[in-house]
């Protein structure tokens, strides 16, 4: 178990469930291998873990908020681990054309959220699957994880290795190098 992870902001789409592509429906809720196990080891250490997700299907008219919390309470219910395994949850319904205090790469929430809960730097970690994950956390100057499947590895190599994120295959990866 990493001794030295407190808090962790989760990107959701690519990095705890599957990418769909706009995930605007309950049966599109599918886990990433190792995301329960890795979330139950970090719920047990006491880290605290925040959801931090661009959604912006919303205003572009492919579904509404509630059907994006009725996305996140699958995944939730899929994951077993209580009714509120997530500290916080942010959403950013804005496209990316549209001015938005919290869409990533904006840390924002991240800022916040480490002043709100008195999170040192050096112990929280940003994971997620995309440059705008990876630019928000390195924007807060927290840690920063990339999440990359085979399918998105080659698409992302180019701008983890400029912002010098390391990559893994999924949470439980991540999770068990942090720990060794």
Same mark, same amino acid.
């Given at each position: 178990?990493?001794? *030295? ?11 705890? /469930? ?17 995301? !329960?196990?890795?979330? @139950?080891? +970090? ?36 994951? *077993? ?13 804005? !496209? ?18 480490r002043g709100e809960h008195a999170l040192a730097a050096a112990s929280t970690w940003m994971i ?14 927290? !840690?920063? @994880? @990339? ?15 400029? +912002? ?6 999924? +949470? /439980? ?8």
């Amino acid at each position: 178990m990493p001794h *030295d992870v407190h808090a962790l902001f989760l990107d959701r789409d690519g990095t705890l /469930i599957e990418d769909c592509h706009f995930v605007g429906s309950t049966d599109q809720v599918t886990l990433l291998p190792g995301t !329960r196990d890795a979330l @139950a080891r +970090l719920l047990h250490a006491g880290t605290k873990l925040f959801l931090f997700t661009n959604q912006s299907g919303v205003n572009r008219g492919y579904f509404t908020l509630a059907d994006v919390d009725a996305v996140n309470q699958r995944m939730i219910d899929l994951l *077993d681990l209580g009714p509120e395994p997530f500290t916080r949850i942010c959403v950013a319904p804005e !496209r990316p054309d549209e001015p938005s205090r919290y869409r990533k790469p904006s840390p924002r929430f991240i800022d916040e959220m480490r002043g709100e809960h008195a999170l040192a730097a050096a112990s929280t970690w940003m994971i997620g699957d995309r440059p705008s994950d990876w630019e928000a956390g390195l924007a807060a100057g927290v !840690r920063v @994880a @990339a999440i990359v499947p085979d399918e998105t590895a080659e698409k992302s190599r180019d701008r983890r290795l400029e +912002l010098g994120v390391r990559g893994y295959a999924s +949470l /439980i990866d991540w999770l068990d190098d942090t720990a060794g």
